[in-house]
Structures are given as structure tokens and as C-alpha cells.
């Protein structure tokens, strides 16, 4: 488990579903089998990956916001597009990729949350950050971001947005 990681060991247990409570499947079996598998690649992800709590946050970018209400700034800056985050057990959790090597946040996270479509728990944007792409010579958008961030913007700009050359 990475340094960071939000699951401790034995702290996986399967959310209560329609089992429990003695209900016809809301979906079909495969759709059930598409959901284990997003929650085991969101298990994964969170053990595999540095991921910073509100608080971690606060305390990188606190140089860098001059207001004195930090977990205001961090929510206004979440709101805002310029800072990406996860929600898990009712907490937001935020990749470590988008600082930079200072640990400042990068102001190119704007322009890619500005293309990657969000929802409320964003896993769907996680999924695709940390998953290797042909467009970026089998490398993860989170590896490249640090070094290139426009190349990663481009690259979900044709993924999200659409290339209609290819058309």
C-alpha cells in the first residue's frame, strides 16, 4: 500500500446491496460483473496510487491561496475545475499527479478537467487518467501530466470531444 493510501488492510467489505435486502437484481448479471470489476479497479487504484486527502492538500497549497479559510479554498478550487478529486467513503481524495515536483498544484489541471467529462465521484475521470493510451506511446495521462500536460490535454480532447479526422 502506497504512502497516502485511504484503504487499510481488512477494511474492504462489500457494500450492502440488493441481496440483503432480498430484491430482484437491479441490473443484469452483467451489468453486476461490470460493477465488481470498476469497484476492483477502484480498490486497486486506491492502493496503487498517492492520493491526498483535503487536509494534504491544505497544507501544499497554503503558500499559494491567500485566503485563511483553507478547506473553503480547497472546495472553491474543486467547484471551480482546478483541482481534481475522487469521492470515497464520503471524503474527497485527490491524485497525487497534478502537483508538480515543488508539490505546487499545476495550472494545467483547468484545462484538463475543462475537457474530461465530471460526475459527482469522478472514478470515471480516475480510470481514465491511470490507464495506459496508444495516443501517448502506451504510457498513463497521470505519468505524462508533470512533463507535458498539453499532450495530455490533446489527448482527451480527441478522446472526450471527439476527432472527427477519424471520421
Same mark, same amino acid.
Given at each position: 500500500?502506497?504512502?497516502?493510501? +485511504?484503504?487499510?488492510?481488512?477494511?474492504?467489505?462489500?457494500?450492502?446491496?440488493?441481496?440483503?435486502?432480498?430484491?430482484?437484481?437491479?441490473?443484469?448479471?452483467?451489468?453486476?460483473?461490470?460493477?465488481?470489476?470498476?469497484?476492483?479497479?477502484?480498490?486497486?487504484?486506491?492502493?496503487?496510487?498517492?492520493?491526498?486527502?483535503?487536509?494534504?492538500?491544505?497544507?501544499?497549497?497554503?503558500?499559494?491561496?491567500?485566503?485563511?479559510?483553507?478547506?473553503?479554498?480547497?472546495?472553491?478550487?474543486?467547484?471551480?475545475?482546478?483541482?481534481?478529486?475522487?469521492?470515497?467513503?464520503?471524503?474527497?481524495?485527490?491524485?497525487?499527479?497534478?502537483?508538480?515536483?515543488?508539490?505546487?498544484?499545476?495550472?494545467?489541471?483547468?484545462?484538463?478537467?475543462?475537457?474530461?467529462?465530471?460526475?459527482?465521484?469522478?472514478?470515471?475521470?480516475?480510470?481514465?487518467?491511470?490507464? +495506459?493510451?496508444?495516443?501517448?506511446?502506451?504510457?498513463?495521462?497521470?505519468?505524462?501530466?508533470?512533463?507535458? +500536460?498539453?499532450?495530455?490535454?490533446?489527448?482527451?480532447?480527441?478522446?472526450?470531444?471527439?476527432?472527427?479526422?477519424?471520421?
Amino acid at each position: 500500500m502506497r504512502p497516502g493510501s +485511504p484503504i487499510q488492510s481488512g477494511d474492504q467489505k462489500e457494500p450492502a446491496g440488493w441481496e440483503d435486502e432480498g430484491l430482484p437484481p437491479p441490473i443484469s448479471t452483467d451489468g453486476r460483473d461490470r460493477l465488481r470489476a470498476s469497484l476492483e479497479r477502484r480498490d486497486s487504484l486506491l492502493h496503487s496510487e498517492t492520493w491526498l486527502s483535503s487536509d494534504e492538500v491544505a497544507i501544499r497549497i497554503s503558500a499559494s491561496i491567500a485566503g485563511n479559510d483553507q478547506e473553503q479554498d480547497i472546495r472553491w478550487l474543486r467547484r471551480e475545475g482546478r483541482l481534481f478529486a475522487v469521492r470515497f467513503k464520503g471524503r474527497y481524495l485527490h491524485p497525487d499527479f497534478q502537483f508538480n515536483a515543488q508539490g505546487q498544484l499545476m495550472a494545467e489541471v483547468k484545462d484538463l478537467l475543462d475537457v474530461l467529462p465530471r460526475t459527482d465521484a469522478n472514478w470515471n475521470l480516475a480510470f481514465w487518467v491511470f490507464q +495506459p493510451t496508444r495516443a501517448l506511446g502506451g504510457k498513463r495521462p497521470a505519468d505524462v501530466f508533470r512533463q507535458d +500536460p498539453q499532450r495530455v490535454v490533446v489527448v482527451a480532447q480527441k478522446d472526450f470531444l471527439g476527432d472527427n479526422e477519424r471520421w
